[in-house]
């Protein structure tokens, strides 16, 4: 099994920055590809970025491309998301994400082909 832990959520005021990160335990051989994710209470989980270095893709979400940084330290099986220029619109809970794998790359920031999920850390820009 597979376990994810955010961190590093917060409140912070616009144009502010913050670093978020995603500890993974457990079974972390067989993850091939790590993503964040945010939802708004109402709305659908949309993708913010994805990194899949066996494929050596990295994508973005266009409200966040230039912005946000997602980057890994495998030695230390940690995800971070590092996010300047904050937004009122950023505001979310933010989840990581991790899949065995994903065929499609128009797949990688759909919630739908991840296999194992966070609780979430919140953000709020203010």
């Known amino acids: 099994q597979v376990q994810l832990v955010e961190s590093g959520g917060g409140s912070v005021e616009t144009g502010g920055s913050l670093r978020l990160s995603c500890q993974a335990s457990?079974?972390?051989?067989?993850?091939?590809?790590m993503g964040w994710f945010r939802q708004v209470p109402g709305k659908e989980r949309e993708g913010v970025a994805a990194?899949?270095?066996?494929?050596?893709?990295?994508l973005y979400g266009d409200s966040v491309r230039g912005r946000f940084t997602i980057s890994r330290d495998n030695t230390e099986n940690t995800l971070y998301l590092q996010m300047i220029t904050l937004k009122p619109e950023d505001t979310a809970m933010y989840y990581c994400?991790?899949?065995?794998?994903?065929?499609?790359?128009?797949?990688?920031?759909?919630?739908?082909?991840?296999?194992?999920w966070g609780q979430g850390t919140q953000v709020t820009v203010s």
């Open positions: 990194d899949y270095p066996g494929r050596n893709i990295t």
């Open positions: 994400a991790a899949a065995e794998s994903i065929t499609r790359r128009d797949w990688l920031l759909s919630k739908s082909a991840y296999d194992y």
């Open positions: 457990g079974d972390t051989d067989k993850l091939k590809c």
